[in-house]
């Protein structure tokens, strides 16, 4: 079974800055892409930032320049470093991994981590 544990969630004033972390643990040989989603209140869930395994990024045009993801093959880990904070940023940011479960064909689940709220208020 493999679980995404996040952490790093809080309140922030505007302008300032939190980083997020997701660890994937379990039956894990590797992982494809790893990225961050986020959902606000009343809104559907919304792609933030994906990196593939290989380290190439793509973020939502809202959080260019101010947000970077990055990962830690090593440790399975996800990061999401966000700089310059604003109100509209306020959401539960959710962990998304796709995890091959079989080496011979690569196969994979996508997995979800808990969410972790983000409040962005002054």
């Known amino acids: 079974q493999v679980q995404l544990v996040e952490s790093g969630g809080g309140l922030v004033q505007p302008g300032g800055s939190l980083r997020l972390s997701c660890a994937a643990s379990g039956n894990i040989f590797t992982i494809y892409t790893m990225g961050w989603y986020r959902q606000a209140p009343g809104k559907q869930r919304e792609m933030v930032a994906v990196?593939?395994?290989?380290?190439?990024?793509n973020y939502a045009d809202s959080v260019k320049g101010r947000f970077t993801i990055s990962r830690d093959n090593a440790k399975n880990t996800v990061y999401l470093q966000m700089n310059n904070l604003k109100p509209e940023d306020t959401a539960v940011y959710y962990c998304?991994?796709?995890?091959?479960?079989?080496?011979?064909?690569?196969?994979?689940?996508?997995?979800w981590g808990q969410g972790t709220q983000v409040t962005v208020s002054s």
């Open positions: 990196i593939t395994s290989g380290g190439n990024s």
């Open positions: 998304n991994a796709e995890i091959p479960f079989d080496r011979l064909t690569g196969a994979s689940n996508d997995y």
